[in-house]
T-cell receptor
C-alpha cells in the first residue's frame, strides 16, 4: 500500500536554529498538507499546498514557517528560527483531490524537540 | 472548533464489536462525516466517510442517523491493534475555500483481552 514517508523520525534542535522537515507524498497525489500535534493536544492544521502554491494556511503558520516542493517528489516544511513551543509531532499528508473521497494519507510524523 | 462531540474514552472486549458514537447536531447539508484513528504516536489513519447512507469497508461500518445529527462507527470484531484514538470529523466533501480537517479530542478506545 502506498505510503507517505517522513524524515527524520525525530529531530532535536536548539532554539533559534532552522529546521527542515521532509516528506515524500504518494506519487500520484496532488494535494499536500502539514499538521502538527503538541504532546497531549489536538491535531492542528498548518498549511495545504497545491500546484506549487499555498492553498490555505492557519494562524499557526506565520512568517517563521514556509513550505516548498523543491522537486517532483519531496515536500518540505521549514521553520526558520525555532522556538520552544514549536516542539511537537509534525505530520505530512497528501491526497488525490481536494476534499478527497479517499481521505488523506498521513505519514508517521517527525517528532521535533526544541531545546 | 470541532463540530463534533465524542466520549473521551471507551473500553471494548477483544473480539466484540466496538461502537463509537459521535454527535454532530450542527452538520450542514453538504458536510460529510469522516472517521480517522491515531494509534499511539503514529500518523492519523483514514477509516471511512459518509454523507447520509450507511457505509461499510474492510475496516469498519458507519451508521448515520436519518436526521444526520449523529453517527456510529462500528468495528465489527475488535482486536488489540484497534486500540487508538478515534476522531469523528465533519467537513464538506469538496472545499470551496477551507481545506483543513478540524480535529477534536476524539475517543480513546481501549481493547481489552
Amino acid at each position: 500500500e502506498p505510503e507517505v514517508t517522513q524524515t527524520p523520525s525525530h529531530q532535536v534542535t536548539q532554539m533559534g536554529q532552522e529546521v527542515i522537515l521532509r516528506c515524500v507524498p504518494i506519487s500520484n497525489h496532488l494535494y499536500f498538507y502539514w499538521y502538527r500535534q503538541i504532546l497531549g493536544q489536538k491535531v492542528e492544521f498548518l498549511v495545504s499546498f497545491y500546484n506549487n502554491e499555498i492553498s490555505e494556511k492557519s494562524e499557526i503558520f506565520d512568517d517563521q514557517f514556509s513550505v516548498e516542493r523543491p522537486d517532483g517528489s519531496n515536500f518540505t516544511l521549514k521553520i526558520r528560527s525555532t522556538k520552544l513551543e514549536d516542539s511537537a509531532m509534525y505530520f505530512c499528508a497528501s491526497s488525490t483531490q481536494l476534499g478527497t473521497a479517499y481521505g488523506y494519507t498521513f505519514g508517521s510524523g517527525t517528532r521535533l524537540t526544541v531545546v | 472548533d470541532a463540530k463534533t462531540t465524542q466520549p473521551p474514552s471507551m473500553d471494548c472486549a477483544e473480539g466484540r464489536a466496538a461502537n463509537l458514537p459521535c454527535n454532530h447536531s450542527t452538520i450542514s447539508g453538504n458536510e460529510y462525516v469522516y472517521w480517522y484513528r491515531q494509534i499511539h504516536s503514529q500518523g492519523p489513519q483514514y477509516i471511512i466517510h459518509g454523507l447520509k447512507n450507511n457505509e461499510t469497508n474492510e475496516m469498519a461500518s458507519l451508521i448515520i442517523t436519518e436526521d444526520r445529527k449523529s453517527s456510529t462507527l462500528i468495528l465489527p470484531h475488535a482486536t488489540l491493534r484497534d486500540t487508538a484514538v478515534y476522531y469523528c470529523i465533519v467537513r464538506p466533501h469538496f472545499m470551496d475555500s477551507n481545506y483543513q480537517l478540524i480535529w477534536g479530542a476524539g475517543t480513546k478506545l481501549i481493547i481489552k483481552p
